[in-house]
């Protein structure tokens, strides 16, 4: 919701280009329309979406419609030739795909330590099986984490910024209502602060 928000003001970044007619009764000297996303950095997507089934040529028109560039895939996670298909579904729309994939949630799930090499060989094996996917532009890993992921999400992060550096990560981070031992800090500030400086994110 974080990054949807943020989005849609980064959206409103560009020249402004009045609409209204000053010449009409009751026009509005205050309405306006902006630039479209292009114009930024920012995407402007949605959390969670459809599951694999729920990806066919009417929900994609939908979904770019309703003004959506950039389209998550979440919902099957280790399906990966699913994934990869409706990757190429969106591409032939015109859509960009941020994407949940297992091999790289297991990193941030794992129980060990792993060591920034290790991370990176996993990372790499990931990126290159979509290869052939242009439209891949952000990378979905992980919801609502603890202040105690944040180094590995800090490796993952790292990983996917050095080898595929036109690439975003999307971390989807706790809200201002967690209870303190959701969040391992001592207040909601110092979890987003924390976040900021060990993730180094795109965007919040």
Request: glycine content about 4%.
């Amino acid at each position: 919701m974080v990054a949807l928000v943020m989005s849609l003001f980064a959206s409103c970044k560009g020249d402004e280009k009045p609409t209204h007619d000053p010449n009409a009764d009751g026009a509005s000297k205050d309405f306006k329309t902006f630039e479209t996303l292009e114009t930024t950095d920012y995407s402007l997507t949605f959390f969670w979406g459809p599951d694999a089934d729920g990806f066919d040529a009417d929900s994609i028109r939908y979904m770019k419609e309703a003004g959506f560039d950039t389209i998550p895939i979440q919902r099957f996670p280790g399906e990966h030739e699913k994934i990869k298909n409706v990757v190429k579904l969106l591409e032939a729309q015109g859509l960009k795909a941020a994407i949940t994939d297992s091999r790289i949630t297991s990193i941030y799930d794992s129980k060990e330590t792993l060591s920034q090499e290790n991370v990176d060989a996993e990372v790499k094996k990931v990126l290159e099986y979509y290869a052939d996917c242009t439209n891949i532009t952000e990378w979905i890993v992980c919801d609502e984490p603890s202040a105690d992921k944040f180094d590995v999400i800090a490796q993952i992060a790292d990983a996917i910024h050095r080898l595929s550096p036109e690439d975003k990560v999307f971390v989807n981070l706790l809200p201002s209502y967690a209870s303190l031992s959701q969040l391992g800090t001592a207040t909601y500030e110092e979890y987003v602060d924390t976040f900021c400086k060990k993730v180094n994110p795109d965007y919040i």
